[in-house]
């Protein structure tokens, strides 16, 4: 399915990421940090969070709903950064293995996999484990391995050995803090270029990879 991003499937016209979007990181203070994000960046999460969802749905053959992150618990630090998560889960996405598409300061990034507050995540790893010859099949080798959804540097396929592939994905069963995703950054000063449509674009581009992953993944848990 092509979504027409100029019609009623988006609330308002996506005019891409701005310098302003990326440089809500930079404001200081939690409070001020978060009426920046709100102004800026937020609203062109939950225009992608429109954009994708329905195309997930149709990938996938099930609908996945769009959760824009809110911060709700922070009360003295600052995000470094924000994102659109998408379950097929009505109410939220941190138990379900999960697809996010967000922003740092740098760069935004396109990943899939589990969290730390997941009760799947060990199965996931399991799963990822078991199928590890078509998960590099699946994905480019460009695309990269996170066992920290906190840290953004992540791990490129073509990176890593066989081994390493094994120690990251079995972390994840055993360390309780564990988190495993997989995905890519589009970097800043390539998406201050894109138009909006050409950023949406490059995500479906992106996540087609990703949404065979969890069709392979998932199935098993």
């Known amino acids: 399915m092509v979504v027409d991003i100029t ?6 016209p996506f005019t891409g990421i701005d ?10 203070g939690l409070e001020m940090r978060m009426e920046a994000l709100k102004a800026h960046l ?4 939950t225009g992608i969070g429109e954009y994708m969802a329905p195309l997930l749905s149709e ?11 809110k911060h709700a618990r922070r009360k003295t630090n600052p995000p470094n950064d924000s994102w659109v998560a998408f379950s097929f889960n009505q109410r939220g996405y941190k138990k379900w293995p999960t697809f996010m598409i967000g ?45 920290d959804h906190m840290k953004p540097e992540g791990v490129a396929l ?20 564990a988190d495993l995703l997989f995905g890519i950054s589009l970097m800043r000063e390539e998406v201050l270029q894109m138009s909006g449509e050409e950023l949406l674009d490059q995500l479906k581009t992106a996540m087609i990879p990703l949404a065979k992953l969890y069709v392979l993944t998932v199935a098993q848990l």
């Not at 937020?42 to 999460?45: A, E, I, N």
């Not at 990938?59 to 992150?69: D, G, L, Q, R, S």
């Not at 073509?158 to 360390?175: N, P, Y």
């Open 158 to 177: 073509d990176q890593l050995s066989s081994d390493q592939f094994e120690h990251i994905a079995t972390r994840v069963i055993e360390k309780k803090n």
């Open 103 to 147: 922003a740092w300061q740098t760069h935004v990034f396109v990943q899939f996999g589990v969290i730390y507050e997941s009760p799947y995540k060990a199965d996931f790893g399991r799963a990822i484990l078991t199928e590890s010859k078509r998960v590099l099949e699946l994905l480019p080798s460009n695309y990269r391995m996170y066992p």
């Open 19 to 28: 310098e302003a979007d990326f440089d809500v990181f930079a404001v200081p």
């Open 59 to 69: 990938w996938i053959e099930k609908p996945f709903y769009a959760h824009v992150a």
């Open 7 to 12: 019609s009623d499937t988006l609330t308002a």
């Open 42 to 45: 937020r609203p062109k999460l």
